[in-house]
């Protein structure tokens, strides 16, 4: 059973074996939401995220005859990397499961690490059933990614570093997928500082957690694509679900537009990458999911491991929802010169052309026009609002794009 003293062992297990990672205040968030904001970046941590802490600790703990025959998972990317990791520095062979749709960099990654994988289901709870099965046909050891105490107690070292550097913090948001990181925060934080505010944030795409604990009791959900794919689960564990009911004081949702917009602030403004499901605590900041937020509050960043395809889409989608991209269907008279024309009044207005394609042979236009595709960078919605407004005021026939 997860409790304090597990945590207190676990740091002292992990102590020089894994990242005490940077917790930074955010001046530009500070200042938007008024209220002094930090980041814990296990962005930045050994294997890209939070999730080595918990393997390694597992790992050290056993004894060296029940590895023999090595160590199985299932994992959407970031457990998988952190115990294949983890097994090689003991030089004990390991095999994750991992769903067909894993980005790229998750599947190298674990690899790179040294573990076998195998791809299979369609997501996480799919893989896990795969796990086990074939855990039972080796008596390999089975390291479950957060029911385990000493799953739970190696990601709750998290908030231990936390209460260390912010000994009077007011409030932590913490992701959830199946539980075991928001559990070991918060028991180490309310251990020592019962009045924090613990909050959990999923997003809307895998709601497992926020509508089990509306219900009270432990529910499955179905899963929707979601950017962050890390905690994408349908349902979250048992042992999570009695931690979270006891300690935790709010479960709050985010939508992918949300994520994606958060994802791409942190690059510009802080200079920090990271998945979906590291921001999905930001995010619920920035967008008042949560009434709690007073004081010092510190947003953790789970991980950093996305994939360039992935962040490209994000990059796009982020701006799209931050009123910076705009992309329309303008219909022009063929004639010489009227591409130049309409491009005028695009700088009249001040937008930026990103990307331009004009189409005079499209049967699907009457004779004596053409069509142009424009993509522009604008700088926000009102800006957007002007841009349609005066195009239109030029007899323009304009069809906004999605």
Known sequence: MLDYQLIREAAARLENKVRRTELIPSHSFSERLGLPVFFKCENLQRTGSFKIRGALNFIL???????INGVITASAGNHGQGVAFAASLLKVPSLVFMP??????????????????????RNFDEAY????????????????????????????????????EIPDLSTIIVPIGGGGLISGIATATKETLPKVKVIGVETAAAPAMHFSLKKGVLLETPLEFTLADG????????????????????????????????IVLLLERSKLLVEGAGAVTLAALLHGKTTFPQGKTVCLLSGGNIDVRTLSMVVERG????????KLKVALEDIPGSLAKLSAEIAVVNANIF???????????PLGESEVILELETRGFEHIRTILKHLETKGYEVTVMK
């Open 61 to 67: 703990s056993q004894p060296r005859e029940s590895l």
């Open 100 to 121: 067909e749709n894993t980005p790229l960099q998750k599947l190298h990654a674990v690899r790179d690490y040294g573990a076998q994988v195998v791809l299979t289901g």
């Open 129 to 164: 059933a795969a796990a086990l099965v074939r855990q039972e046909e080796t008596d390999s050891l089975f390291i479950h990614p957060f029911e385990d105490p000493l799953i739970m107690a190696g990601q709750g070292t998290i908030g231990l570093e936390i209460l260390a």
């Open 231 to 262: 905690i994408a689960v349908k349902r979250p564990g048992e042992n999570t679900f009695r931690i979270i009911r006891t300690l935790v004081d709010e479960v709050v949702l985010v939508e992918e537009e949300e994520i994606a917009q958060t």
């Open 319 to 326: 701006l799209v929802a931050g009123g910076r991209y705009l």
């Open 355 to 365: 990307y331009i394609a004009h189409d005079r042979r499209c049967i699907s236009l």
